[in-house]
C-alpha cells in the first residue's frame, strides 16, 4: 500500500492550490486521511483531517476559513483545497492515512506520503 501527495508547486500570495492524495492498492474511503506539513527548519504540524466517514473533519487555526479537505471517492482521493495562499503556508505537505483515529496526532498514521512542495511567494 502507497500514499502519494501531489499538486504542489510555486504560487503568488492569495493564489489557490489544489493537493490530492492517491492511495494505491486500497480504497481510500477505508482510511482516515490527514495533512500535515513541514517548512525548513520547523517541527511537522497538523493541518486537517478528514475521517472515513466524512464525518469529523478538523482544521489547524491557521488554516481555517482557506482550506478545504474532501474526499473523491469516484477518483480515490482526498483533496486539500487551499485558498488565499500566504507566504507562511510555505513548506512540503504530507498525506497519511491511519484506519483507527481521525486524530491531529502524527503518531496514530501508519501509512505516509511523500510529500509535495507547496512555495508561496511574497
Known amino acids: 500500500v502507497q500514499l502519494q501527495a501531489f499538486g504542489g508547486g510555486l504560487v503568488q500570495t492569495g493564489d489557490s492550490l489544489r493537493l490530492s492524495c492517491a492511495v494505491s492498492g486500497r480504497t481510500i474511503s477505508n482510511y482516515h486521511i490527514g495533512w500535515f506539513r513541514q517548512a525548513p527548519g520547523k517541527e511537522r504540524e497538523f493541518v486537517t483531517v478528514?475521517?472515513?466517514?466524512?464525518?469529523?473533519?478538523d482544521y489547524a487555526d491557521s488554516v481555517k476559513g482557506r482550506f478545504t479537505i474532501s474526499r473523491d471517492n469516484a477518483k480515490n482521493t482526498v483533496d486539500l483545497q487551499m485558498n488565499s495562499l500566504k507566504p507562511e503556508d510555505t513548506a512540503v505537505y504530507y498525506c497519511?492515512?491511519?484506519?483507527?483515529?481521525?486524530?491531529?496526532?502524527?503518531?496514530?498514521?501508519?501509512?505516509w506520503g511523500q510529500g509535495t512542495q507547496v512555495t508561496v511567494s511574497s
Open positions: 478528514i475521517s472515513r466517514s466524512d464525518s469529523f473533519i
Open positions: 497519511a492515512a491511519n484506519q483507527n483515529w481521525p486524530t491531529r496526532r502524527a503518531g496514530p498514521y501508519d501509512l
